[in-house]
């Protein structure tokens, strides 16, 4: 299947490269000349433009930061023209981004009156997952729609969720992530009252996460440094996911709650602590670095 893919970054580059390895023309396009360089030696092509890219493409996926970013590359800004102005045939559209649902429903509801199918595809499970190929995909849009992703997002990922309409699969992913801000934000302040209470963070890590406090933060993204070797904690917390895009989820949430009339106080907390550390100079960091937040040492 020949794809296009834009959006190359620290998921979006993975992501490529597990398509080109299950065997499918990708060409991709990304403003960064080395996240192409780097495609282009795992087997891809590369082209020059986001135009150019889709050339004969029968799938578009992008994987872009932000809803102003999916919204300009698909239906334009400025007064250019967006793809899909410009596509010819009839690609499906897989847009994996997270972004606020009314955003994948405004591109979805543009690529319909053009008879081109639409899917938002969110993804949950990090860079390990993006490398690995284990991603979860949360997939909003028709039957139709979904049945053609699939082959695709398997591809890249081991759980495909149709979540429901379009808009939906972005629903669902911001609750996710809003679920997560709070467990990571928890654990973080769980450990730091362990260790200023003279316990071994390892020890202390072993002990909830064969207890009732143990969760997927916890178990298998542990944010103390050394407790979890593999983890970004132990690394600086480079790489991973972003504290400024976690920080974006969790206003995507409060966005979505204040459209609802939602009660979201956990989610709310969450939001403000990683705002806060965002500010404080922490946003290119993984987001398990909130765990600098609470401890004394990092003053």
Same mark, same amino acid.
Request: hydrophobic share 45%.
């Given at each position: 299947?020949?794809?296009?893919?834009?959006?190359?970054?620290?998921?979006?580059?993975?992501?490529?490269?597990?398509?080109?390895?299950?065997?499918?023309?990708?060409?991709?396009?990304?403003?960064?000349?080395?996240?192409?360089?780097?495609?282009?030696?795992?087997?891809?092509?590369?082209?020059?433009?986001?135009?150019?890219?889709?050339?004969?493409?029968?799938?578009?996926?992008?994987?872009?930061?932000?809803?102003?970013?999916?919204?300009?590359?698909?239906?334009?800004?400025?007064?250019?023209?967006?793809?899909?102005?410009?596509?010819?045939?009839?690609?499906?559209?897989?847009?994996?981004?997270?972004?606020?649902?009314?955003?994948?429903?405004?591109?979805?509801?543009?690529?319909?009156?053009?008879?081109?199918?639409?899917?938002?595809?969110?993804?949950?499970?990090?860079?390990?997952?993006?490398?690995?190929?284990?991603?979860?995909?949360?997939?909003?849009?028709?039957?139709?729609?979904?049945?053609?992703?699939?082959?695709?997002?398997?591809?890249?990922?081991?759980?495909?969720?149709?979540?429901?309409?379009?808009?939906?699969?972005?629903?669902?992913?911001?609750?996710?992530?809003?679920?997560?801000?709070?467990?990571?934000?928890?654990?973080?302040? &769980?450990?730091? !009252? =362990?260790?200023?209470?003279? *316990?071994?963070?390892?020890?202390? @890590?072993? $002990?909830?996460?064969? /207890?009732?406090?143990?969760?997927?933060?916890?178990?298998?993204?542990?944010?103390?440094?050394?407790?979890?070797?593999?983890?970004?904690?132990?690394?600086?917390?480079?790489?991973?996911?972003?504290?400024?895009?976690? &920080?974006?989820? !969790? =206003?995507?949430?409060?966005? *979505?709650?204040?459209?609802?009339? @939602?009660? $979201?106080?956990?989610? /709310?907390?969450?939001?403000?602590?990683?705002?806060?550390?965002?500010?404080?100079?922490?946003?290119?960091?993984?987001?398990?670095?909130?765990?600098?937040?609470?401890?004394?040492?990092?003053?």
């Amino acid at each position: 299947m020949r794809i296009a893919f834009i959006g190359l970054g620290n998921m979006g580059g993975p992501m490529a490269t597990n398509l080109v390895k299950a065997g499918h023309d990708v060409c991709v396009f990304d403003l960064s000349e080395q996240a192409m360089q780097t495609l282009e030696d795992a087997g891809a092509s590369r082209a020059a433009s986001a135009e150019a890219v889709t050339q004969e493409a029968e799938v578009v996926v992008s994987m872009l930061p932000a809803g102003a970013h999916v919204k300009g590359l698909y239906l334009g800004k400025d007064g250019a023209p967006g793809l899909l102005d410009t596509l010819s045939g009839n690609p499906l559209i897989i847009d994996a981004s997270t972004i606020a649902p009314d955003d994948s429903r405004t591109v979805g509801a543009a690529a319909a009156e053009r008879g081109f199918a639409f899917v938002d595809a969110p993804v949950s499970g990090g860079v390990g997952g993006a490398v690995a190929g284990t991603l979860s995909f949360i997939v909003g849009g028709s039957d139709e729609g979904f049945e053609r992703a699939k082959p695709v997002l398997e591809a890249m990922g081991k759980n495909i969720f149709h979540a429901g309409e379009t808009g939906a699969g972005q629903v669902a992913k911001i609750c996710n992530n809003m679920l997560l801000g709070i467990l990571m934000s928890g654990t973080a302040e &769980a450990l730091a !009252l =362990g260790v200023e209470n003279g *316990l071994d963070p390892a020890v202390l @890590s072993e $002990v909830m996460k064969q /207890s009732s406090g143990g969760n997927w933060a916890l178990n298998g993204y542990n944010p103390w440094p050394g407790v979890m070797e593999k983890a970004p904690a132990s690394n600086g917390y480079q790489g991973g996911f972003h504290t400024d895009l976690m &920080a974006k989820d !969790l =206003g995507l949430a409060w966005e *979505l709650a204040l459209g609802s009339k @939602s009660t $979201v106080p956990m989610g /709310s907390q969450a939001r403000n602590l990683f705002a806060l550390h965002a500010a404080n100079g922490n946003g290119g960091l993984d987001f398990s670095s909130i765990q600098r937040l609470y401890r004394r040492d990092e003053d």
